[in-house]
């Protein structure tokens, strides 16, 4: 295992990108099992508060994410093992920063409503794309016997062409099949040639009845296909995620529950404001 490791990792300089990924994991699990705590009202988990302000956890990801990338540009020169711990802290920062994603994408507090769940879904989406790239892949790139761009034309033509492939399966709405064509282009191609989702922005330009040329045909065809095929896909999806980050459509637990405790003033509090680590 330990040649494998210098192997793969250590040999190759991807030991910072290593600890990038294995931070970015244990943050964000840590980070969930501490806000599942403060939602159960478990005795000695409670939320950071200045005064009456309460401090989401995405602020203290900024500054690790700042700290983590400066420090990390100032001594990537200087010894690899320094340079993985930066990587490691920007790593810890990002997972605090993505577990607030609803928030920021929403601006405003829905961490524990069914919009939240698309906080789990960009931190699946990070560790999927690190993963990738621990692995050696590279996004969008032609890559010869040497692991190198072949040929500046020949190299640039198929960057612009996985690009449009890949920009319009995201449009369809298919974002796995998107994120893994980066890297392995062959489903951007498929992703790009058969029917959007029903929701997604290609099918309400070019399907729906405000589209210019309305194709009802396809919308139905698109509609028949999420319910038969995604659906069980997202209930699993969501499954999953329930699992890791726990429930986002249950209330939290009710005030003066025996051995269960309650923070001075928390019912004076914001209706969300129980519920959020750190």
Sequence with gaps: MGDWFHERVVDVHRLPLFCFFVALIVAFVCTRINVRLIRARVRWFGNVNVGEMH????????ILMLLGGVAGLVLA??????????AA????????????????LHLRDVYWQEEGRTSVDAVFVAIAATGLLLLGLRPLAWSGADGALTGTWPAAVFLVV??????????????????????VPPFVYVGAVRLARPGSPWARWFYSDVARRPKPRRMAKAVHREERWRRPVIRAKIAVQEFVS???????????VRGVW???????????????AF
């Design 89 to 104: 802290v920007f790593g810890v920062g990002a997972a605090l920063v993505l577990d607030e994603f609803a928030l920021i």
């Design 162 to 183: 996985n690009l449009v492939f890949a920009v319009v399966t995201l449009l369809k709405g298919k974002i796995w099949s998107g994120l893994l064509g980066l890297f």
């Design 246 to 256: 726990g429930r986002h459509d249950l209330p939290s637990p009710p005030r003066g």
């Design 77 to 86: 020169g200087v010894s690899t093992a320094w340079y993985s711990f930066t």
């Design 262 to 276: 309650m923070s001075p003033g928390a019912d004076e509090r914001s209706p969300h404001s129980g519920d959020r």
């Design 55 to 62: 401090i989401h956890h995405v602020v203290f990801g900024v």
